[in-house]
């Protein structure tokens, strides 16, 4: 090995270790409230002025608004091409008041909401 190669190496790990020894531990509190529906792999999350949820579950094909009050899940779109519908729904975007901006991936658009 070279010795501009080991000098290379040698940075490299003492970055590592050194980044590593850093690493910041945070602990959280328990929730303020929890959801009994399962998610398979969440995008994005908006929170609505009344504390509602609307969430983008992107392996599931769907965006739903969860209320923890009533610990309830009402489908906002659901899956397919047409309008109101999506397919790989990924980052909700805050517009003016509730209305969200939701990015469409699997039907390459835009869609608001609210």
Known sequence: ??????ITVMLSLFCAASASAHAQVV???RPDATLE????????VRELSNGRLLVADWIENRVVIADFATQGVRQAMREGPGPQEVRLPTAIHRLRGDSSLLVDEGNNRLHVLG
């Open 37 to 44: 529906e399962p998610f398979s792999f969440v995008r994005g």
């Open 27 to 29: 602990r959280l509190d």
């Open 1 to 6: 090995m070279s010795p501009a190669r080991a």
